[in-house]
Every structure is written in C-alpha cells, then in structure tokens.
C-alpha cells in the first residue's frame, strides 16, 4: 500500500468484528507513529492503550464507576461559523441516515452518541493524553501522530476511529488507566478489524472543494 492508498482508504470506523488485536501490533504501529513531526521534537503525545485482554475489565469499570466527569475541554466552539457548522450537521446527518434513525428520533441519536464509550464495540484501543503545560502547538503535533498512526493502522488492514467524545469522561479514564494529574485527555483511539456489514462503516465523508480554504497568492 502507498501512502495515497492509505490515505484515501482511511475512513473512521464505527463498527467492529469481535477479533482481538494482537498487543504485538499495536506496540509496532505506534513505535513506527513516533516518527511523527513535532515542534521541537516534543513528542508531546503520552498513551495508554486498553488491550483486547483489559477491554473487558475497563467496559465494566465504566458502567459501574461513579467518579464525576467534567469535560476536559471544550470540544466545538459555541456557536460554530460556516463553513464549518455545515461540515459537522452534514457528517452527523449522513451517518444517521445510513443508520436509518430520523432526525427526531433523539433517543436513538443518544443511544448512537454513547456508543462511543464501548469505543464502538473495538477489541482494542487507546487514549492520548497531553501534558497541562502544553498548548495549541503541542496540541497540532498530537493530530500528526494520531494520523500517523491510523495510516499504519490502515496499511496494517486494522480500521480506526479517532474518539474526542472520551473528553467527556476524562476522570473515569485516568483513574482506570493511571494517568498523573498533570496529564490531560485529548481523545481515544477505536482500533480492530472493520465489521463489513454495518451499514455506518459505508460513510466516506464530504470534503470541501479546495477554492473554500486554499488561496494560491
Ligand atoms: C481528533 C478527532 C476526534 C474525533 N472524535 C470523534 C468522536 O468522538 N466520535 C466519532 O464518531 N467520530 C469522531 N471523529 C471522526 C470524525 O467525525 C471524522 O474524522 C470526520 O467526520 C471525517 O470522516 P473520516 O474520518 O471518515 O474521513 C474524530 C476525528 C478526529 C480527527
């Protein structure tokens, strides 16, 4: 696979079979992901993966923990602008529609929401976290390493779906996973072989043509 095959053919999964991800792979993909571009040569990016033998343990300690979560960050800007606001109501809109739930349908569009925190049914995952002291430069370089990783993962046949719904939740997970108090959640990492039937796995959504938000000066 090239990287304009891998590339185009990452798309984020929301659906998964039961086969486990060998640990092996996953410590190789993101071993092959640190050579990821930062500022500075930071490396700002700090993981903590769920392997297919914790998931388990980590899905029921979500349902039974009563830890208090607060948003780690504000995840959209209030009032969002266009182009953008149209982006994100077209994205959420065409993945309903292929899960044939209708727009007034809110319980179902809940339940679809919370499906993010069984990282959609994965074997695996993981979360990346970021030290407090970081900022928006240190912030850019996770979004490198993250898609670093999910290309290996596509030219490795594993599907992936970045998850920055887990900022909802980020006082369960550091407390599961152990992280220090310095470090804060950026998002989860769905990873496992991609469930061919589901219908929301056939989403292959829009981009902006290039005039929106490229100038050639
Ligand atoms: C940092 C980041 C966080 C994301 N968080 C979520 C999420 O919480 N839940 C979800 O279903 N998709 C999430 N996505 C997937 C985006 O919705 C998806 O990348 C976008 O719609 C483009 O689709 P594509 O990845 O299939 O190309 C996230 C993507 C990124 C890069």
Do not use: H
């Not at 086969?19 to 092959?32: C, S």
């Not at 182009?83 to 569009?109: C, T």
């Not at 407090?132 to 030219?155: H, I, K, N, V």
């Not at 769905?190 to 902006?208: C, F, Q």
């Amino acid at each position: 696979m090239n990287v304009s095959d891998a590339v185009a053919g990452r798309t984020s999964i929301r659906a998964f079979t039961d086969k486990p991800v060998d640990t092996a792979l996953i410590q190789e993909l993101l071993e092959k992901a640190a050579r990821a571009p930062s500022g500075g040569n930071l490396q700002p990016w700090r993981v903590f993966v769920i392997t297919s033998e914790t998931m388990p343990r980590f899905l029921s300690f979500l349902s039974e923990t009563d830890i208090t979560d607060e948003a780690a960050y504000q995840i959209y800007p209030n009032d969002l602008k266009s182009p953008y606001r149209d982006s994100r109501f077209k994205v959420g809109e065409d993945m309903y529609a292929l899960l044939g739930i209708p727009r007034d349908d809110k319980a179902a569009r809940f339940a679809r929401l919370a499906e993010n925190y069984t990282f959609f049914g994965a074997p695996t995952g993981f979360f990346c976290f970021v030290d407090r002291q970081m900022g928006p430069p240190q912030w850019s370089d996770l979004g490198m390493f993250l898609q670093t990783f999910m290309l290996l993962a596509q030219e490795a046949g594993l599907a992936t779906c970045a998850q920055e719904a887990w900022a909802m939740r980020p006082n369960s997970v550091s407390s599961f996973v152990g992280a220090d108090e310095e470090l804060l959640l950026f998002c989860g990492m769905a990873i496992g072989y991609k469930d061919p039937d589901a219908p929301v796995n056939g989403l292959y959504s829009d981009r902006e043509p290039l005039d929106v938000w490229a100038r050639f000066v």
